[in-house]
């Protein structure tokens, strides 16, 4: 009886001490705003959420298992301020998903993940794929998230570096619907720079789509500068199209007093599969910190399709213009 009582004790000490090791967080983003948009064939006002953000719930966890290993976990819901309603009806966790282990020799994450494009977004776009400057209205993200993605990362001395793998799960053919990608990137002092790279398979598996960039940002002190240039090539996802494709991102940050920030970019699409389908988008955006979590924001783009170019118009050819005001809060 008495070993039995000190075997419980021992267990109950343990199974204490492991729970003290462990942690969840509850996190989130909350960002509501009016725009403006003038599309070249309607013009409409509206109420709009995630602008400067995405609005979000996420919860997270790390639990110490010794050894130099942790386990970890991340679950993220994207929903609509403006409406109350799921970011993706289909997902309720439709940001991430995933689950994995950490040691001193790197980490390992099952699960739906960023791809290398949006992981390093910080890195090359001075908006930060927010407000109207957001990169990926001309940058192709293929999604920015993929889905049964297995990933490898290691960071160390300013290094960083991801390896993806991503299963179709196309019955009897492992190739179909695949992704493969992965990035390398280096940080220490004023720069930060990185290269990407992702193929993915198409379900038929008659073709892929790849996408490369290089891009990084440089440190003055009172300014951030920043450069991108992409390619893409391959077919367009969903359809027989070839694609062929460069992308090139100028912008900067600066200071505004203690507390603004102006943030501009330039983007130029050049599209070799196409003729006259070029796009061009200039943007101009302020962030003012009321405090380390809540910002006021406000931005103005304009985004010119040539003849041939549909990009976020109904009419080949015509210009987008956006302003938007917003409040973001994070907690």
């Known amino acids: 009886m008495k070993n039995r009582l000190i075997a419980l ?60 290993m942790a386990a970890l976990f ?14 993706d009806a289909a997902k309720f966790f439709n940001r991430q998903s995933f689950v994995g282990l950490s040691s001193s020799f790197g980490t390992v994450r099952m699960g739906r993940q960023v791809n290398p494009v949006y992981a390093n977004n910080a890195t090359f776009d001075p908006f930060k794929i927010g407000m109207v400057g957001d990169s990926s209205r001309l940058i192709s993200f293929n999604g920015s998230r993929t889905d049964n993605l297995l990933t490898y990362s290691y960071a160390a001395n300013g290094f960083r570096s991801e390896l993806q793998y991503g299963f179709g799960e196309v019955a009897g053919n492992t190739a179909a619907n695949r992704t493969v990608a992965g990035y390398l990137g280096y940080q220490q002092g004023p720069v930060d720079v990185v290269v990407t790279h992702q193929n993915i398979r198409n379900a038929g598996d008659t ?41 090139l ?30 796009a ?32 976020k118009v109904a009419t080949a050819g015509a210009t ?5 005001v917003g409040v973001r809060h994070f907690f």
């Open 249 to 278: 991102l100028l912008g900067l940050t600066a200071s505004a007093g203690d507390t603004g920030t102006i943030v501009f970019s330039y983007i130029r699409k050049t599209d070799k599969a196409l003729a006259n389908a070029d």
């Open 207 to 247: 073709g892929s789509t790849e996408m490369t960039l290089l891009g990084g940002n440089y440190h003055f002190g009172w300014a951030r500068l920043y450069a991108a240039y992409a390619k893409e090539k391959g077919v367009i996802l969903g359809t027989t199209g070839k694609l062929n494709q460069r992308d």
């Open 320 to 324: 987008d213009k956006v302003f938007d």
């Open 9 to 68: 004790a021992i267990l109950g000490s343990a199974a204490g001490a492991a729970q003290a090791q462990s942690n969840v967080t509850i996190y989130g983003v909350v960002d509501a705003g009016i725009s403006h948009e003038n599309n070249g064939s309607t013009s409409v006002t509206r109420l709009d959420s995630g602008i400067l953000n995405s609005s979000r719930l996420g919860f997270k966890g790390l639990e110490d298992l010794g050894g130099g």
């Open 280 to 311: 061009t988008q200039i943007a101009v955006g302020y962030i003012y910190d009321l405090s380390k979590r809540t910002a006021l924001y406000t931005s103005y783009g304009q985004l010119r399709n040539d003849g041939a170019a549909k990009y």
């Open 74 to 87: 991340q679950i993220e819901s994207g929903f609509s301020v403006d409406s109350g309603a799921q970011a």
